[in-house]
Nanobody, 122 residues
C-alpha cells in the first residue's frame, strides 16, 4: 500500500505565499505523474498542476504565473509553491500520484492524500 502525506497548508492574507509538500511512502516501485488538486466550497475538485518524472508540467489557467509545481524523485515528494494567493484559491488541496507498487508492477494506480486546508483572507 501507498500513503501520501500533505503538509504546509494554513491561513494567509491575499497576496501571501504558501508552500505545500506531499511525501509518498510505502510499497513504491515507481511513481509516474504527481499532482495537486483542490476542492473549494461549492465547486468540483479541479486540477491545479501536475508534473511528470521528467519534470514536464501543466497548470490550470487560474494559477499560471502564480503557482509552481516541482518534485524530488529521490524523496518521492512533490511540492506546490503558491504565490500571490487570492481568496478564490481557498480550498482543500489534495496530493495525487500515479504509483506502481512492488506487488503491482505492470501498471500505475492513482493514490490520494487526505488533503490540507488553504485559506486566503481578503
Amino acid at each position: 500500500q501507498v500513503q501520501l502525506v500533505e503538509s504546509g497548508g494554513g491561513l494567509v492574507q491575499s497576496g501571501g505565499s504558501l508552500r505545500l509538500s506531499c511525501a509518498a511512502s510505502g510499497s513504491i516501485f515507481s511513481i509516474n505523474r504527481m499532482g495537486w488538486y483542490r476542492q473549494a466550497p461549492g465547486k468540483q475538485r479541479e486540477l491545479v498542476a501536475h508534473i511528470t518524472r521528467g519534470a514536464s508540467t501543466d497548470y490550470a489557467d487560474s494559477v499560471k504565473g502564480r503557482f509552481t509545481i516541482s518534485r524530488d524523485n529521490a524523496k518521492n515528494t512533490v511540492y506546490l509553491q503558491m504565490n500571490s494567493l487570492k481568496p478564490e484559491d481557498t480550498a482543500v488541496y489534495y496530493c495525487n500520484a500515479d504509483v506502481k507498487t512492488y506487488s503491482s508492477r505492470s501498471y500505475y494506480s492513482p493514490y490520494w492524500g487526505q488533503g490540507t486546508q488553504v485559506t486566503v483572507s481578503s
